[in-house]
């Protein structure tokens, strides 16, 4: 493949990573449109599509008439690919019911897994339940294996929806992943990773969530997210609840 073609599908195919995150309703819900009519056109970069709007223009930073979050560029891929695992897009958001024990879930974790051994030799181990999914860090010495979880997805029954729970430091660079992989010091960017896949699992702009739980969790806040009391980002509603050590993210679908 020649490098111009290679540069534009990484563009393209990580769109959730360069292109999401920076909602135009970041802080709040303002001008976030659904159920826009219009019809879906193909770009120059196979199975990515634009939404042309009866008007001329195409839809951007809003939800199709057929339920997919179309990004504030105005590309929709069919899938999101993060460390090596492709997680199909959404139209729908996905509650704690339909998740069941997390069957589908827990292919696309597998998945990056194989990935975080490869690069990580085993510092990082996804660990899939019926009702919650951790991803630990995890050291050896001679005598034991020590493992501690740094984040985690637990089903919510409450609301139909799910607790991140995160007690790790992020990094919410949208940079590539470089040679550099195993160094400690590139922790952070897979765990930020990781958090991505939950939220693209669950939410149809689940980069948008990462991004906004990263914020929180980093002390910019920059979409204002609120101790317990609901926020709406993108099709999430979203609640901080404090927690020693931790912080604990409440999320459920807003539409």
């Known amino acids: 493949m020649k490098r111009g073609m290679k540069v534009l599908t990484a563009l393209v195919t990580s769109a959730a990573i360069v292109i999401q995150t920076i909602p135009v309703w970041a802080g709040g819900t303002g001008g976030v449109r659904t159920g826009v009519k219009g019809n879906w056109v193909p770009t120059a970069v ?7 709007l009866p008007d001329g223009t195409f ?3 809003g939800y199709t008439a057929d339920g997919y979050y179309v990004n504030k560029d105005g590309f929709w891929a069919t899938a999101v690919l993060i460390l090596g695992a492709w997680i199909p897009s959404r139209n729908t958001w996905l509650t704690a019911d339909q998740a069941g024990e997390f069957e589908t879930i827990g292919v696309i974790m597998k998945n990056a897994q194989k990935k975080l051994t490869s690069d990580l030799h085993g510092y990082r181990v996804i660990s899939l339940y019926s009702n919650h999914i951790t991803l630990s860090s995890v050291k050896t010495s001679n005598t034991e294996r020590t493992k501690t979880t740094r984040l985690a997805m637990y089903k919510n029954p409450d609301y139909n929806g799910y607790t991140i729970q995160v007690c790790t430091e992020l990094s919410g660079d949208e940079h590539e992943l470089t040679d550099d992989h195993g160094e400690w010091s590139s922790m952070a960017l897979y765990d930020y990773h990781v958090l991505r896949i939950l939220t693209n699992c669950v ?8 991004r906004a739980i990263y914020s929180s969790w980093e002390d910019t806040n920059a979409w204002n997210l609120k101790v317990n009391e609901w926020v709406q980002v993108g099709d999430t509603f979203v609640r901080y609840v404090p927690s020693q050590g931790a ?6 679908a807003a539409f």
């Open 59 to 61: 839809l951007k930073d």
């Open 46 to 52: 196979n199975n990515v599509l634009m939404y042309a």
């Open 203 to 210: 939410s149809r702009s689940g980069d948008v969530l990462a």
């Open 247 to 252: 912080g604990l993210y409440e999320i459920r």
